[in-house]
């Protein structure tokens, strides 16, 4: 890993990005793997390369819903950047790939030495913020269908693929829906020709009729992304 490939990372000045790469180890992503534990101590911050990682929310005890995704445009481990240790949200690994890790204690001594990096970072909590309000009003207000294309897009613009791995079941416990919801959607983009679906293989056909299908939650997080990180 020469090179950060991190958007987050790669924003910074050359010299503040080489001096936090140089506290950072190179990981893989496994896919399953619970990163940050809601309620427990941050240990370490997650820059992702490739691969995907769902941040989730606990209903109650035994069930849990997605409230945000980050890739490599962004971080895991946010709440480090307010001097809080302990997480909000469990972070698990969707799609399997590489990250930069930094522990927390070299992650506080970055930000206090670097005003870019807390610049940075306070422009990536608005996005956050932002993001997670529009998956609130998402989850209360808009139908499955729409909800199921906006999740396939986030997926593909993290996987930087046109097919990806997912099965009915993860897909509804992202959602927090029921499965047959789920499949019944699938099949009514399958039959638009949007993507196609086979034991767990799902490839995206058409990207701007998914667009068309998906609510409008999905062109606000990229918009939000837009106006604060890309300026």
Same mark, same amino acid.
């Given at each position: 890993?020469?090179?950060a490939e991190?958007?987050?990372?790669e924003?910074?000045?050359r010299?503040?990005?080489?001096?936090?790469?140089?506290?950072?180890?190179?990981?893989?992503?496994?896919?399953?793997?619970?990163?940050?534990?809601?309620?427990?101590?941050?240990?370490?911050a997650y820059?992702p390369?490739?691969?995907?990682?769902?941040?989730?929310?606990?209903?109650?005890s035994?069930?849990a819903?997605?409230?945000?995704?980050?890739?490599?445009?962004?971080?895991?481990g946010?709440?480090?950047?307010?001097?809080?240790?302990?997480?909000?949200?469990?972070?698990?690994?969707?799609?399997?790939?590489?990250?930069?890790r930094?522990?927390?204690?070299?992650?506080?001594?970055?930000?206090?030495?670097?005003?870019? $990096?807390?610049?940075?970072?306070?422009?990536? %909590?608005? !996005? #956050?913020?932002? *993001?997670?309000? +529009?998956? /609130? &009003? @998402?989850?209360?207000?808009?139908?499955?269908?729409?909800?199921?294309?906006?999740?396939?897009?986030?997926s593909?613009?993290?996987a930087?693929?046109?097919?990806f791995?997912?099965?009915h079941?993860?897909?509804?416990?992202?959602?927090?829906?029921?499965?047959?919801g789920?499949t019944?959607a699938a099949?009514?983009l399958?039959?638009r020709? $949007?993507?196609?679906?086979s034991?767990?293989? %799902?490839? !995206? #056909?058409?990207? *701007?009729?998914? +667009?068309? /299908? &998906? @609510?409008?939650?999905?062109?606000?997080?990229?918009q939000?992304?837009t106006?604060?990180?890309d300026?």
């Open positions: 890993m020469s090179k991190n958007h987050l990372i924003c910074l000045p010299s503040e990005r080489k001096a936090l790469l140089a506290v950072c180890e190179p990981i893989d992503l496994v896919m399953g793997e619970i990163l940050i534990e809601r309620g427990q101590p941050t240990r370490h820059f390369i490739d691969g995907f990682i769902s941040l989730l929310t606990e209903v109650d035994s069930a819903i997605e409230v945000g995704m980050v890739g490599r445009e962004g971080m895991v946010a709440n480090l950047a307010l001097g809080v240790t302990d997480a909000p949200l469990r972070a698990l690994v969707q799609g399997p790939g590489s990250a930069w930094v522990t927390a204690k070299d992650f506080d001594g970055q930000l206090a030495r670097s005003a870019p $990096l807390r610049q940075l970072l306070n422009r990536y %909590l608005y !996005v #956050l913020m932002a *993001q997670q309000s +529009e998956a /609130a &009003a @998402c989850l209360r207000f808009h139908l499955i269908g729409p909800r199921l294309a906006r999740w396939l897009l986030m593909q613009d993290r930087h693929a046109d097919q791995h997912v099965t079941e993860f897909l509804a416990y992202m959602l927090g829906v029921r499965r047959v789920v019944t099949m009514a399958q039959r020709g $949007l993507i196609t679906y034991r767990g293989e %799902l490839k !995206v #056909l058409d990207r *701007q009729g998914l +667009e068309g /299908a &998906a @609510c409008v939650c999905y062109a606000a997080d990229r939000a992304y106006d604060q990180m300026r």
